[in-house]
């Protein structure tokens, strides 16, 4: 195997006098997914719950990324290949008919995970910084034996509700649909975001959604890079004064809307669609 070679000051080879040496992170690999996650259950507290069982109408409002929690593990006999296990949690908004008076809007749990295999690099070493302590409690004895891990980067926009459907649990003896996702597991922070507490196994009626999700899944690891250095970087715009007195000056600084009065042709919305983007 060749010695795999380092700049350094010593090498005449190098123009090293307007270059820095940078410590930031290098993303070893990454890919892009679309998840049509069917019938994802969703969990409501008690009360929003009894609303379900007695709802004539449901309607779907909105899907909302809560979190998202990657965790990293190499594959055995595959050096530098890691398999990266996310669950995301979703909080899911929907509109109850009861029949009479306005909807009710209630708001659930959904969750989903997924793995994908992604190539990492190795690394013996182990990383500490001084920003994280013990005594601070984001100490334990797993996230010490994997601080020569690669990090995970999971990126995810709002997902879209694509349909909403019940099941009835029956009364009787027969095999119902009452397993579930162990709500002990989901994070603290996760259950702050409801008014109330989830609960697993209430009701007549189980409600699921069919999402489609988009991510962005990335491994990356912390390196020193020497790169070319130019010079500092200075600001050179002036900051704008704030207008609370005459508020008529700042309103002369903002551009006319003239989108908001011509909508766009056919062919932009077209071309923006080819590349990636949405009309409004």
């Keep these: 195997m060749a010695d795999r070679r380092y700049p350094s000051p010593s090498s005449p080879c190098e ?7 940078v410590h930031t992170d290098k993303v070893y690999d990454s890919c892009k997914d679309k998840d049509c996650i ?6 409501f507290s008690a009360a929003d719950q009894e609303l379900i069982d007695r709802a004539i109408t449901i309607k779907s409002k909105k899907a909302e990324v809560i979190w998202a929690y990657p965790d990293v593990e190499p594959i055995p006999f595959n050096c530098g290949y890691y398999t990266v296990d996310t669950t995301f949690y979703f909080k899911i908004t929907l509109e109850v008919c009861l029949g009479h008076g306005k909807p009710i809007c209630v708001e659930g749990l959904a969750v989903f995970s997924k793995k994908v295999v992604l190539f990492g690099s190795e690394g013996s070493a182990k990383i500490f910084t001084s920003q994280y302590t013990p005594e601070s409690g984001c100490f334990n004895q797993t ?9 995970a980067i999971v990126e995810v926009v709002d997902p879209l509700i694509l349909a909403v459907n019940t099941k009835e649990i029956c009364d009787c003896d027969c095999e119902c ?5 162990d709500l002990s597991s989901v994070p603290d922070g996760v259950n702050e975001v409801f008014d109330d507490v989830l609960c697993a196994d209430a009701g007549r009626k189980q409600l699921y959604v069919s999402i489609g999700l988009f991510s ?9 890079l020497l790169i070319p250095a130019y010079d500092f970087c200075v600001p050179q715009k002036e900051c704008d004064t704030s207008y609370d007195n005459n508020p008529c000056d700042l309103f002369e600084k903002i551009c006319f809307p003239f989108d908001e009065f011509f909508p766009p042709e056919k062919e932009v919305c077209d071309e923006k669609r080819n590349k990636g983007c949405c009309c409004d």
């Design 38 to 43: 069917e019938d994802a259950r969703v969990y």
């Design 177 to 181: 649909p009452c397993g579930g996702f």
């Design 143 to 151: 996230s010490w034996q994997k601080t020569n891990l690669p990090r």
């Design 216 to 224: 962005i899944v990335k491994l990356e690891r912390s390196v020193q």
């Design 15 to 21: 123009d090293i006098k307007n270059s820095v040496c």
